[in-house]
């Protein structure tokens, strides 16, 4: 199923200092490659998005956001669909922020204050609650943690990109490299260099943290870990645990309790 472009609404004005626009993008469409004359917060409250920007492609779920710098060409589209919120904020307001594209954990506390702002968004400001509402909201951006990478996404390859989404519909699907290969007609030997090329890591790497991005996902939207197990393909409810553990530092249960008070990030 091919991809749909959005139109971007007409008249945009500038932030001052941050406007919050809410929409919802349905599955399969996207926003074509544009920059702004200001910074952009690019979030989902909830589904995810695609984000492409300089020859990079990557995932993000409710838990990450990415900040976009004033002028840096990008695209933003959503696989299954996704509740789109863009925080778009004037180079003023933005100083001390990175200058670069940067992904970061959004906690509870910061998807909260987005969720307000957007509530506010076109109302008049009587009595400073929006001001205070956009002060606390560029603080958290200020003190929110860069992450490491979110997970990559193939930007040019169509083969590649069926791949993928093939396996983010279904983490569990069992096929190898060999048998992915001949599903895409080229050898096995092919297909890793292909993959490492474009996506900037092995295929075992690539699932193995979609693995985990999708089980951050499932917990957060209420799947017990025995589910959560199962529908990543794991053998057993305990070879998950170790394995999110290897990789977090902690279980699963200890992340979303982390998460409920507050204090996690992906």
């Known amino acids: 199923m091919a991809w749909a472009a959005i139109e971007a609404p007409p008249g945009l004005a500038p932030p001052q200092p941050m406007t919050v626009r ?4 349905p599955a399969r ?3 074509p490659e544009h920059r702004h004359r200001w910074n952009q917060m690019a979030y989902a409250i909830s589904g995810v998005l695609t984000v492409a920007v300089e020859g990079r492609s990557f995932v993000i779920s409710p838990e990450q956001a990415v900040w976009l710098p004033t002028g840096l ?3 933003v589209g959503s696989l299954l669909g996704a509740e789109f919120r863009s925080l ?3 180079d003023e307001a933005g100083r001390g922020l990175p ?6 954990g959004v906690t509870p506390l910061l998807k909260a204050l987005i969720v307000e702002a957007t509530e506010l968004e076109g109302e008049e400001d009587r009595d400073g609650y929006a001001r205070r509402v956009t002060d606390l909201i560029l603080d958290q951006l200020r003190r929110a943690r860069p992450l490491p990478g979110a997970l ?3 930007r040019g390859d169509s083969s590649l990109t069926a791949l993928c989404e093939a396996l983010y519909a279904d983490p569990a699907d069992p096929r190898g490299p060999e048998a992915w290969g001949r599903e895409l007609g080229m050898s096995e030997r092919t297909l890793a260099r292909r993959f490492e090329a474009e996506v900037g890591m092995s295929l075992r790497s690539w699932r193995r943290r979609l693995r985990l991005f999708k089980a951050i996902e499932l917990l957060g939207g209420g799947l017990d870990v025995t589910r959560t197990a199962m529908e990543l393909g794991y053998g057993s409810t305990s070879a998950f645990v170790y394995a999110f553990r290897t990789d977090m ?3 699963p249960q200890a ?3 982390g998460r409920r008070g507050g204090m996690g990030t992906v």
């Open 29 to 31: 469409h996207y926003f």
């Open 22 to 25: 809410a929409q919802s993008i």
């Open 152 to 154: 990559p996404w193939p």
């Open 249 to 251: 530092g902690c279980s």
């Open 255 to 257: 992340y979303m309790r």
């Open 99 to 104: 200058v670069s594209p940067t992904v970061f």
């Open 88 to 90: 778009w904020i004037a």
């Open 73 to 75: 060409r990008h695209r």
